[in-house]
């Protein structure tokens, strides 16, 4: 692979610079996307076809110096897979035609048909192919509670997801079902994108940080390092990243998980104080862990000179803890908004190549 700077990071290795890439990196802030959804007439028509899925990949590649690749997907495709309907109304988000509302709902509920989500692992196969090895592919999946969020609620929530989360209180033996069949799929299909070429994965727990601490290790934290395990036991290769937006405050319990490769954070913490949290936690027997993150997408609508400062910050918060800038992937703590300019988000990218650069030079 001509650029290993991504995997080399999430591998503990050194790097030349500080690897970037960025969530939602393929999306409605960029005009040629734009375009491209134009022409597919809605978001699941563009993600359903693998050739324009291929393209929007490679839309932001071709515009700024990125060092990987992320399928352009949805996390919602599984649920859609299982029967319950997936569509994207314009400004509302998705949507199900079919909830689980009912106790009845939750107990026929099968595993998500890998057939169905056909079309998620021929844009696999067309992107790699497409890259010829210029970057590293990272595939995704939502972790079972986001998705059980999503699928109980019927889509987003303006009041925190109440629905599923009094679910969870009442019936937690509904809710664990319904969280063993979202692993069982979830790692079906994180695995068919392993065969189909992914280099990496990254477990997106969206919703994991609405919960108090004891549920988030029970019905969340819990089913992730079960796929990871499962994963790992038979591709041990293939690196993985786990995501819980508002997750800061739980690090020592993710330092503890002894398969992952990197953490991601979200801005609510200091990614300096995320190091060394990590540091204090991690067992002497494990590997390092990388950390992933964490400028507040927010910024990106500010001023170039702002975005600047705000990611030198964030480089030079990290190195004082961590004394260089291994293990270590640039990115944001959440996805990029659909309100930033590009030129806003290259500017981002260029000050983290050309600061930590210049940072791991002088550290030799």
Known sequence: MLNTSFLDALNGKPTAHTPIWLMRQAGRYLPEYLKTRQTAGSFMSLAQNP???????????????????????????????MGLGLSFEQGEGPKFSHPLKTEESIINLNNADMHKLQYVFDAVSSIKKALNNRLPLIGFSG??????????????????FEFTRLLMYKRPDLFHRLLAINTNSIIDYLEQQILAGIDAFMLFDTWGGLLAEQNYLDFSLKYMEHIINVLKLKYPHIPCIVFTKGGGVWLPHLAKLHNINAIGVDWTIDIGRARQILNENTDSKQKYITLQGNLDPLILLSTPEQIELSAISMLNNYYKVNNNLTSYIANLGHGISQYTNPEHVEVYINTIKNISGKLISSHK
Do not use: H, K, W
């Not at 932001?60 to 897979?81: E, M, V």
């Not at 972790?143 to 925190?160: D, K, Q, W």
């Open 143 to 160: 972790s079972p509670f986001t998705l059980a969020c999503y699928m109980t609620e019927g889509g987003g929530s303006r009041n925190n």
């Open 51 to 81: 050739a324009l899925a291929t393209e929007v990949t490679l839309q932001p590649l071709d515009r700024y110096n990125l060092d990987a690749a992320i399928l352009f997907s949805d996390i919602l495709t599984i649920p859609d897979a």
